[in-house]
């Protein structure tokens, strides 16, 4: 009876994926929402399951992909469908947001790097590479347009300062594939976990963001990435460069959201509006000196764990 239950319950589920994934790949507009909830069927799944269970649903999701979809559905199934295994199993232990977060972030991150070397050495496709060139085309166009209007040295400066931007971009895709998991795992969990509680599976709840604290080894790492830079000073395009200034934007981009944290901790302190708080972190990507500051009060707070002073008193 349990095995019949089982089995009813991981074909509902996979039919389920089945018309997400039909939506995600073949209605465009309307694919972008729902592709973001085809994790949902497997965190369901894992959540209840064991592991040879597991192993049978996601072989049975991508053999299901390949007769609904074709073969590019493949790498869609095994992102989202590991990402969901993955959370739903951890979920099932009981373990708490953060490591939730994390986990799936991690998964997710290394089916995009895997996505993507293997576009470009089975396909010889590399997506990123032809876009940044078709935008620098776009740029060249636009340079020889302004010359034929007398602005030579105007569109010689423009042209080079757009080339140092997409050269740059090109150095950061490491960077960009971190962020782009941790931002898409964190919409996929807000979106999802609403659904599969209301299926009866128990989740902790976030912790608020006021009370995010990052370990303090992250500051350690941050000077140290900056020392190396000091003294190696790598020149541009080697491993190093690329090692150097990745890992600089990811530490700097964690920095600052201790800040974050960090200014909504003091003003609930405080006793002032959470209004306050969203203004001013709206205001800070408007304004970048903003986020220099809010990354100094991130250093401070970890360095000298500020909170601690703040709840003392």
């Known amino acids: 009876m349990k095995n019949v239950r089982k089995l009813t319950e991981g074909a509902i589920l996979l039919a389920s994926f089945s018309v997400l994934l039909l939506l995600t790949i073949y209605v465009p507009l309307l694919g972008m929402i729902v592709n973001l909830f085809l994790a949902v069927p497997f965190m369901l799944f894992a959540a209840k399951n064991d592991g040879k269970s ?26 989202y469908g590991t990402t969901g295994v993955v959370i739903g199993y951890l979920i099932q232990k009981q373990k708490n947001m953060g490591v939730l977060f994390i986990a799936g972030s991690l998964v997710f991150l290394v089916n995009l790097v895997i996505i993507y070397v293997s576009s470009i050495v089975l396909f010889k496709i590399d997506m990123i590479t032809e876009m940044l060139d078709v935008m620098r085309e776009s740029l060249n166009i636009s340079a020889d347009i302004l010359k034929n209007f007398g602005n030579e040295e105007e569109s010689k400066r423009v042209l080079e300062m757009f080339n140092n931007g997409l050269n740059l ?3 950061l895709i490491p960077t960009l594939f971190v962020l782009s998991s941790f931002f898409i795992v964190f919409i996929m969990q807000l979106v999802s976990f609403p659904i599969i509680k209301r299926f009866g599976v128990k989740i902790e709840k976030w912790k608020s963001f006021k009370d995010i604290t990052l370990p303090k080894s992250i500051m350690y790492y941050f000077l140290l990435t900056l020392i190396l830079s000091m003294f190696m000073n790598p020149e541009e395009g080697t491993f190093w460069y690329m090692a150097i200034i990745n890992m600089t934007y990811i530490l700097q981009f964690l920095i600052v959201i201790q800040g974050f944290t960090f200014i909504f ?44 002073g703040l709840t003392k008193k």
């Open 54 to 79: 597991i192993f049978v649903f996601i072989i049975a999701s991508l053999l299901l992909s390949f007769i609904v979809g074709s073969v590019m559905s493949l790498p869609l199934t095994l992102a």
């Open 169 to 171: 971009v090109k150095t």
């Open 265 to 308: 901790f003091f003003f609930e302190q405080k006793g002032i509006s959470k209004a306050i708080s969203i203004t001013i972190a709206i205001a800070a990507f408007l304004i970048p000196i903003f986020l220099y500051i809010i990354g100094i009060l991130g250093i401070i707070d970890l360095g000298f764990d500020l909170r601690k």
